[in-house]
């Protein structure tokens, strides 16, 4: 694993347990949603790296067949977020501008809003390359069944010994890695033996 500033790139996990044959899908139980939550999370973590490369795999392909539209919408939602944090971090300069020139000011307005108007099919295109991969990110999690490769690793490589990507990512939302890991108590000894044997077990048998 490549590390940087005590952040550990995930394993790219294999075809055939992603998605192929050893792969095993069902519907999450809706009445349970604990349960589904947590299977989304380990999912989550266990499948990250191949996750971040769906999602650049498909934002390429969207990317692709509307680059103008994606180019675009790519700039005006850019620039919309720029104006809008210059904007909350100078709100005095921004006010006083607005009471000096009210005329360029409700100009600008309405430049904006038509600007926006006017790109709103490249806008659209533009979140749909991101919210395509995501959909289909949780849809694959959602419905993933863990094996046991999978429910042993994730305590392996996430139990308080590595900081991932996803796991950075899970934490700034609010889901503590150590919420859905709590069930299993390793310590580090015993962490390296078991990814020790579990690297020794084979693929059919995980």
Not at 78 to 103: C, D, E, I, R, S
Not at 109 to 128: I, K, N, P, Q, R
């Amino acid at each position: 694993m490549a590390e940087a500033e005590g952040v550990s790139v995930s394993p790219l996990r294999s075809l055939d347990d992603f998605l192929m044959e050893s792969a095993r899908f069902q519907v999450p139980n809706l009445k349970d949603p604990e349960k589904w939550a947590n299977r989304v999370l380990q999912n989550l973590l266990y499948y990250q790296t191949n996750y971040f490369l769906t999602c650049l795999a498909i934002f390429a392909v969207v990317g692709v067949i509307h680059p103008t539209k994606m180019f675009c919408g790519m700039t005006a939602v850019g620039l919309a977020f720029g104006l809008f944090y210059y904007l909350t971090n100078n709100k005095m300069p921004a006010a006083q501008f607005k009471k000096n020139h009210p005329v360029l000011s409700l100009l600008g307005v309405v430049l904006a809003a038509y600007f926006m108007v006017y790109l709103l099919g490249s806008v659209l295109v533009f979140l749909m390359g991101i919210l395509l991969p995501i959909t289909v990110i949780f849809l694959h999690a959602s419905m993933r069944l863990r094996n046991l490769k999978n429910k042993l690793m994730n305590k392996v490589e996430y139990l308080g010994m590595k900081r991932t990507p996803m796991g950075v990512i899970l934490e700034a939302l609010g889901l503590e890695q150590d919420f859905f890991m709590s069930k299993v108590n390793i310590d580090s000894g015993s962490a390296k033996l078991l990814e020790d044997f579990m690297s020794k077990v084979p693929s059919h048998l995980k």
